[in-house]
């Protein structure tokens, strides 16, 4: 915003990545050995611990979703059946699982990542938004861009403004007696700012309306279907999706 601040900071879990989760989980839920039908698994979770722990978190607004961040887990090969079969998907029943390690690298996983927050990648994102994709939007600096901050808003109201102080200075042509009129610029940079703030905002609600989480970071492709996004505090993320639109913007150069 205008004052410097972060508009925006989420993901799919609001603040919290999946690796954190990934990471709390495993420091959280009981590992032990366990038996079943005469057999001894050394060292190993139980699925519906692991599912109880995870539905009273904040982030996770019911258990069939704790189930569905365990599935992510197990996709990635966070957690590994003790069986060591990826055929025998994550239920809440028992089931015993192990945890890859503190090194495992898990990345949260869209539909569709668009990374630029400009007039193209809002539209981006809102149209799949409104198709129901599990979307993300990265932005390196603040959404709206150039046509926001520096281009189409700024110029189209200053411009507003020269026209009415010209029209004011042609007033007399209509009978209208007025002194001569001045134009007071730091009103007119505080009327800038003023509609500036409000389409930034209205950019934003776009975002919220149709459910599109906004993450601020540098990204930077490891695989065709994996990101590496490094966010303003040096934290390292990793992003998987099964599409990418990059709406980059440009800047002039030279022939």
């Not at 599935?71 to 192990?98: C, E, P």
């Not at 949260?108 to 938004?129: N, P």
């Not at 990793?238 to 599409?243: D, E, G, H, V």
Request: charged share 20%; glycine share 8%.
């Amino acid at each position: 915003l205008a004052n410097g601040q972060l508009a925006v900071v989420t993901g799919s879990l609001g603040s919290v990545t999946l690796q954190s989760v990934y990471e709390q989980l495993s420091q959280n839920v009981a590992i032990k050995d366990r038996s079943w039908l005469g057999a001894t698994y050394k060292a190993c979770a139980n699925a519906p611990e692991m599912v109880d722990w995870l539905e009273k978190q904040p982030y996770c607004g019911s258990r069939a979703q704790a189930v569905k961040l365990c599935v992510d887990l197990q996709d990635q090969d966070a957690i590994v059946h003790v069986w060591g079969s990826k055929r025998l998907k994550f239920q809440d029943q028992t089931m015993f699982f192990r945890f890859s390690g503190a090194d495992a690298a898990v990345a949260d996983q869209y539909d569709l990542v668009v990374i630029g927050g400009g007039t193209a990648g809002i539209s981006a994102t809102s149209f799949a938004g409104q198709f129901g994709a599990n979307c993300v939007m990265i932005e390196s600096n603040r959404v709206g861009g150039d046509c926001t901050w520096s281009g189409c808003v700024p110029s189209k109201s200053l411009i507003k403004a020269s026209h009415d102080v010209h029209a004011a200075k042609e007033a007399h042509q209509f009978g209208i007696g007025i002194s001569q009129p001045l134009a007071d610029m730091k009103k007119v940079k505080e009327y800038v700012w003023d509609k500036i703030n409000k389409v930034a905002a209205h950019d934003l609600h776009l975002l919220q309306d149709n459910n599109v989480p906004l993450r601020y970071g540098k990204a930077m492709f490891i695989d065709p279907n994996t990101l590496e996004l490094k966010t303003k505090e040096g934290e390292i993320q990793q992003i998987k999706s099964r599409a990418f639109i990059l709406c980059l913007g440009a800047v002039p150069a030279p022939p």
